[in-house]
């Protein structure tokens, strides 16, 4: 069955500093994955998806992420953090399953980020 | 461009007490679903759709119905409001394709007392 592990309940940063989010999956071929950001009180926002070509995509608001297939790994990274980073964040997997698309989420990384 | 639409976005309920969720997207997505979110435990799906008038169950599905009579709006129910099912309610619709990811609504906040 799909499964998506995100390591890393909560993350702290220092504002500048750089960013690594961990997201590892597991499927059977490779699936569609993308990354969520989701500010208190707020739906989730799509930052950026794979899912061919590249294995380095570029996101919103500075993020890039890496698929790497031989990790099973799509790790979130941003160069320098801004206060307004601070969020959750989730990493999905898109696959089908019973003949039908649908994602599986991460139980996500809450970001904190300090000034 | 509103995109996905979710009413209310807050309810306190009573325990047995019955509650309609309404999601409405102005995107022509075909797929529609709803989620809850809990602490700790992410999104889990609870039902979806992938076309008027069909429905599917979900991760979670008991406690809860859901319609789709018209394409553009996703009905999910609680016919007996139970403690568990406090939580937030999120509806999202995507293309058939998959490839351009969700697209969420603003939630709702639910709790049942």
């Known amino acids: 069955a799909q499964s998506v592990t995100q390591p890393d309940i909560h993350i702290t940063v220092s504002e500048g500093a750089s960013l690594e989010l961990r997201c590892n999956y597991s499927?059977?071929?490779?699936?569609?994955l993308f990354w969520y950001v989701q500010s208190p009180g707020q739906g989730l926002q799509l930052l950026l998806k794979?899912?061919?070509?590249?294995?380095l995509v570029q996101g919103i608001k500075g993020f890039e992420a890496e698929f790497k297939r031989s990790q099973s790994s799509f790790n979130l990274r941003k160069p320098s953090v801004h206060w307004s980073d601070a969020a959750e964040y989730f990493c999905?997997?898109?696959?089908?399953?019973?003949?039908?698309?649908?994602?599986?989420f991460g139980t996500g990384t809450r970001l904190k980020v300090l000034a | 461009n509103a995109g996905v639409t979710q009413t209310p976005k807050f309810r306190v309920l009573k325990t047995g007490q019955s509650m309609t969720l309404l999601c409405a997207q102005d995107m022509n997505h075909e797929y529609m679903y709803w989620y809850r979110q809990d602490p700790g435990m992410g999104l889990r799906l609870i039902h979806y759709s992938v076309g008027e008038g069909t429905t599917a169950k979900g991760e979670v599905p008991d406690g809860y119905n859901v319609s789709r009579l018209k394409k553009q709006n996703f009905l999910l129910g609680l016919e007996s409001a139970a403690p568990s099912q406090t939580s937030v309610y999120f509806c999202?619709?995507?293309?058939?394709?998959?490839?351009?990811?969700?697209?969420f609504g603003s939630g709702t906040r639910l709790t049942v007392v």
């Open positions: 999905a997997v898109g696959a089908v399953t019973s003949g039908t698309y649908k994602y599986i």
């Open positions: 794979y899912f061919s070509g590249d294995t």
């Open positions: 999202a619709s995507s293309d058939w394709t998959g490839r351009g990811g969700y697209t």
């Open positions: 499927y059977g071929a490779t699936p569609y």
